[in-house]
């Protein structure tokens, strides 16, 4: 049974950090692409960033302040957000499907439950 389960959310000030986690069972990364997105109130959900073996990639809007990595061994996908902004606050979900990342939630088969990010002073 695939699951995924997000952890690392919380309140934090303009330009802090925090770390995301996504711990998944019944599959191994390996094989898989593992997608962030998130969802504001109001707003679609939009993908973050994305990691596959092929490596990562990330949107506009967060590149060169958030960072995706994965530890094979320990079946979980890290997403280090720094510099973070009122605008990054949102529900973070990853979400996995087989091989390759693509941009469209609806590409991805499988959810975690979400995180809650809130940047505010």
């Known amino acids: 049974q695939v699951q995924l389960v997000e952890s690392g959310g919380g309140l934090v000030q303009p330009g802090g950090s925090l770390r995301l986690s996504c711990a998944a069972s019944?599959?191994?990364?390996?094989?898989?692409?593992i997608g962030w997105f998130r969802q504001a109130p109001g707003k679609e959900r939009e993908g973050v960033s994305c990691?596959?073996?092929?490596?990562?990639n990330y949107a506009d809007s967060v590149k060169g302040r958030f960072t995706i990595s994965r530890d094979n061994a320990k079946n979980t996908v890290y997403l280090q957000m720094s510099s973070l902004k009122p605008e990054d606050t949102a529900v973070y979900y990853c979400?996995?499907?087989?091989?390759?990342?693509?941009?469209?939630?609806?590409?991805?088969?499988?959810w975690g439950q979400g995180t809650q990010v809130t940047v505010s002073s």
């Open positions: 019944g599959f191994t990364l390996d094989y898989y692409a």
């Open positions: 990691i596959s073996s092929s490596g990562g």
């Open positions: 979400a996995a499907r087989p091989r390759l990342c693509y941009k469209f939630a609806s590409y991805f088969g499988s």
